[in-house]
């Protein structure tokens, strides 16, 4: 089992920043890619930025050179630092992980997700 917990969400006002971050926990072996998606409402989720275990990234071109994506693997930890925050970008952020966990003489990899975390941006 892999829990994601993920933190950092609120309420901001428009041109400001916030800072998410998703702690992995639980019997991991070791953690692939990590993402970060986000619904806003009536809309689908929508995969806004990867980091690869090599840390190599890719975003959404709605928060290119707005969001950085990073990750501390010592820490299982992902991080999505959202600058220059805009109405737009209000919405459920979910963390997701692809991750191996260990269980009675067997690894199983799958994706794990978040509970999700609010982000509201005001104008």
């Known amino acids: 089992q892999v829990q994601l917990v993920e933190s950092g969400g609120g309420l901001v006002q428009a041109g400001g920043s916030l800072r998410l971050s998703c702690a992995a926990s639980g019997s991991i072996v070791s953690i692939n890619a990590m993402s970060w998606y986000r619904q806003a409402p009536g809309k689908q989720r929508e995969l806004v930025a990867t980091i690869s275990s090599g840390s190599i990234t890719n975003y959404a071109d709605s928060v290119k050179g707005r969001f950085t994506i990073s990750r501390d693997n010592a820490k299982n930890t992902v991080y999505l630092q959202m600058n220059s925050l805009s109405p737009e970008d209000t919405a459920v952020y979910y963390c997701?992980?692809?991750?191996?966990?260990?269980?009675?003489?067997?690894?199983?990899?799958?994706?794990?997700w978040g509970q999700g975390t609010q982000v509201t941006v005001s104008s």
């Open positions: 997701n992980a692809d991750a191996t966990s260990r269980g009675s003489n067997v690894y199983i990899r799958s994706d794990y």
